[in-house]
């Protein structure tokens, strides 16, 4: 089965500088789907990123984008100029692309807090 | 177009009663699934429904637990005989396919006193 792991229970940033949120998966598939989601205080959770393991470039989406190291099965998240309203957990998430349906194994997640 | 609902918003219940959560997922989705976030975790899948269907019910614990996903009407998770281990957030998420992105809801909160 395949686990996702986000060794950072916790982060934080000063506004408008740049965080890397870490998260490594185990999978012995070749072919899968990896995401970021947001959860604010509201609960409710936001697609951030999304990136097909067969394409090697890194997706981006304005001020986060993710590093995506295939061999070493590594997905962070980098996001630039920091802003309050990013504050908020984050999970990785992982999607084998043999499974029908949006079956998603998360990780347990990492707080982020911003400081004005 | 109204995201996905899910209500009610907070739900208590004492040991033993049932739970019923319901969810609406957006117009023109027929793909649902539920997720359930215990304290301090990720969100873990439960079972994913298309109308009138269950299609995976692999993460659903086996006593206790049902859903439905019917012709006309809300998705509902039921929940028999709660037990405190059942206090959680309980997301709901849709998509208009298999392969597309999946929305969700904003949760219900379980508490089981």
């Known amino acids: 089965a395949q686990t996702v792991t986000q060794s950072q229970p916790e982060m934080s940033v000063q506004e408008a500088e740049t965080v890397t949120l870490s998260c490594t998966y185990d999978t012995s598939e070749s072919d899968y789907y990896l995401f970021w989601y947001k959860q604010p205080p509201s609960r409710q959770m936001i697609l951030v990123i999304r990136?097909?393991?067969?394409?090697?470039q890194n997706a981006t989406e304005n001020r986060f984008s993710v590093n995506f190291q295939k061999a070493a099965k590594s997905f962070s998240l980098k996001i630039s100029d920091s802003q309050l309203g990013d504050a908020a957990m984050y999970f990785c998430?992982?999607?084998?692309?043999?499974?029908?349906?949006?079956?998603?194994?998360f990780g347990a997640g990492t707080i982020l807090r911003v400081k004005s | 177009n109204a995201g996905v609902m899910q209500n009610p918003r907070h739900l208590v219940r004492r040991r033993g009663q049932e739970a019923r959560l319901r969810c609406s997922p957006m117009?023109?989705?027929?793909?649902v699934y539920w997720y359930r976030q215990l304290p301090e975790e990720g969100l873990k899948f439960m079972v994913y429904l298309q109308k009138e269907n269950i299609i995976d019910e692999s993460g659903m614990p086996k006593e206790r637990f049902s859903a439905e996903f019917p012709k006309e009407g809300p998705s509902i998770l039921r929940i028999q005989q709660v037990v405190r281990g059942d206090s959680a957030a309980y997301f709901c998420a849709s998509s208009r396919s298999q392969d597309e992105k999946l929305f969700f809801g904003s949760g219900t909160q379980l508490s089981v006193l």
């Open positions: 998430a992982y999607r084998s692309s043999g499974e029908y349906g949006n079956k998603l194994v």
């Open positions: 117009k023109g989705h027929s793909h």
């Open positions: 990136q097909e393991a067969y394409k090697q």
